[in-house]
């Protein structure tokens, strides 16, 4: 019991790494900590650093790093095995069964850090004794892992530690913000150094009041709701891909080429109007626009598309220009470009078509139950980062916004099922 109550002595005058002093304070914080952080502040660069050395000064320590999706959790993950290759090299186990993996790192004090994605339920986390438990991203998490994991920690009177930007006045994540038994941390990106005033400002004039207050500023706000509860994601994203079957099919895309984000490729088949079954979720990233037609050209092939619905707008019209040029392609390629549609086979004419419709459609389509999504973490990560808000200001109309940090699968998912929903020609077959 002395190994576990014993405090841990940081050296953390280290020239090669410049921390902010609420990092420092966090680093060396004990017991269950919450930290509430704006956008790239260095969350994950503390986290990385405090686990790092708990690992290697408290030996046999147990430390389970866990995020939604296996892509969030191995972030902060890889960077906790860099630090300790940096500062504690000789205690990484690097030979033979025990060596790094993406799952675990052993160390010859007998410590280790695990780390994965809890998905929707967390139930295959189910088994371990832990001393820490680091929840990255804990404002997506829903309340069922947290009632699953917190037991693992009895034994070993260990401690829980949340990271994250907050997503609005529910959750777990939220509710330990008001606990007394949390040590807390508040980072707003403005006091943050590696932030320019130039980029702030930009990112404020980008952004309604709002969101620039939860994503920079880290506050808990009740006028931004998730537009897809858990209680939907739970009931309709429950899909298995399977083998190619004859179908009608529909696809969407959201279109990022060579940049930071990725590019996402959605194929619904439409079974009946009141049964719609997700077969497909492809993310791509920094791919070249010829290379997305060539993809889509490809799939098309396969599934033989009904519509294909694509944003022409930016990086997006590339993509279309080279579709409707393609004779297999031209008269299945739509442009649905969040602000208009095409009201003829001709195209002759349009009417606007507002990006909130197709997300109200998709979310019409589950709370009737008319649609099966892919089990999938990265969709429902994204499905989970879509909020909503009023945005009022004075002298305009009051107007509905929604948005999402990560909403490049559900752009792609509402395009696909907002062509499947308007398509007039289909005749409705039972599977």
């Known amino acids: 019991m002395e190994e576990k109550t014993k405090k841990i002595k940081y050296n953390l005058n280290m020239p090669w790494l410049t921390l902010d002093p609420w990092q420092k304070e966090y680093i060396k914080a004990e017991g269950n900590t919450f930290l509430l952080c704006g956008r790239q502040s260095g969350k994950t660069t503390a986290a990385s650093i405090k686990f790092g050395e708990r690992a290697a000064k408290k030996p046999h320590s147990t430390i389970l790093m866990i995020a939604f999706t296996e892509k969030q959790a191995y972030n902060l993950f890889f960077k906790t095995l860099m630090y300790l290759e940096a500062t504690h090299p000789y205690m990484i186990v690097k030979k033979g069964k025990d060596k790094p993996t993406q799952h675990r790192i052993n160390l010859k004090n007998g410590s280790k850090i695990l780390c994965y994605a809890a998905g929707l339920t967390g139930m295959g986390l189910v088994g371990y004794t832990i001393t820490d438990l680091v929840v990255d991203e804990a404002a997506s998490m829903n309340r069922q892992i947290f009632t699953l994991l917190t037991p693992t920690l009895s034994v070993t009177g260990g401690s829980i530690n949340l990271l994250s930007t907050p997503r609005g006045k529910e959750g777990y994540y939220y509710e330990c913000s008001q606990r007394k038994d949390f040590n807390k941390f508040y980072v707003s990106a403005e006091d943050c150094p590696r932030h320019s005033k130039d980029f702030l400002e930009a990112e404020k004039s980008r952004m309604s009041e709002l969101e620039y207050a939860q994503e920079y500023m880290a506050q808990f706000l009740?006028?931004?709701?998730?537009?897809?509860?858990?209680?939907?994601?739970?009931?309709?994203?429950?899909?298995?891909?399977?083998?190619?079957?004859?179908?009608?099919?529909?696809?969407?895309?959201?279109?990022?080429?060579?940049?930071?984000?990725?590019?996402?490729?959605?194929?619904?088949?439409?079974?009946?109007?009141?049964?719609?079954?997700?077969?497909?979720?492809?993310?791509?990233?920094?791919?070249?626009?010829?290379?997305?037609?060539?993809?889509?050209?490809?799939?098309?092939?396969?599934?033989?598309?009904?519509?294909?619905?694509?944003?022409?707008?930016?990086?997006?019209?590339?993509?279309?220009?080279?579709?409707?040029?393609?004779?297999?392609?031209?008269?299945?390629?739509?442009?649905?470009?969040?602000?208009?549609?095409?009201?003829?086979?001709?195209?002759?004419?349009?009417?606007?078509?507002?990006?909130?419709?197709?997300?109200?459609?998709?979310?019409?389509?589950?709370?009737?139950k008319r649609i099966t999504l892919l089990n999938d973490s990265e969709l429902i990560d994204s499905l989970k980062s879509i909020q909503w808000e009023y945005v009022i200001k004075e002298g305009q109309k009051t107007r509905l916004r929604i948005f999402g940090r990560n909403s490049h699968i559900v752009e792609g998912i509402i395009r696909a099922c907002w062509l499947a929903s308007q398509d007039k020609v289909l005749n409705i077959w039972a599977a």
Request: hydrophobic share 30%; proline share 1%.
């Open 222 to 368: 009740d006028d931004l709701k998730r537009l897809y509860p858990d209680e939907l994601l739970n009931e309709c994203c429950v899909g298995k891909r399977g083998d190619f079957k004859p179908g009608r099919y529909y696809f969407g895309a959201d279109i990022a080429g060579l940049g930071e984000d990725v590019t996402t490729y959605e194929i619904i088949n439409k079974i009946s109007n009141d049964k719609y079954i997700q077969v497909e979720n492809i993310v791509e990233r920094k791919t070249l626009t010829n290379k997305i037609s060539d993809k889509i050209i490809q799939l098309n092939k396969t599934y033989k598309f009904r519509k294909i619905g694509i944003d022409d707008g930016g990086v997006g019209f590339g993509v279309w220009c080279e579709l409707i040029n393609e004779s297999t392609t031209k008269k299945r390629t739509i442009a649905l470009n969040n602000s208009k549609r095409s009201t003829d086979k001709d195209d002759t004419s349009s009417t606007k078509l507002m990006k909130e419709v197709m997300y109200f459609n998709l979310k019409a389509l589950m709370e009737h």
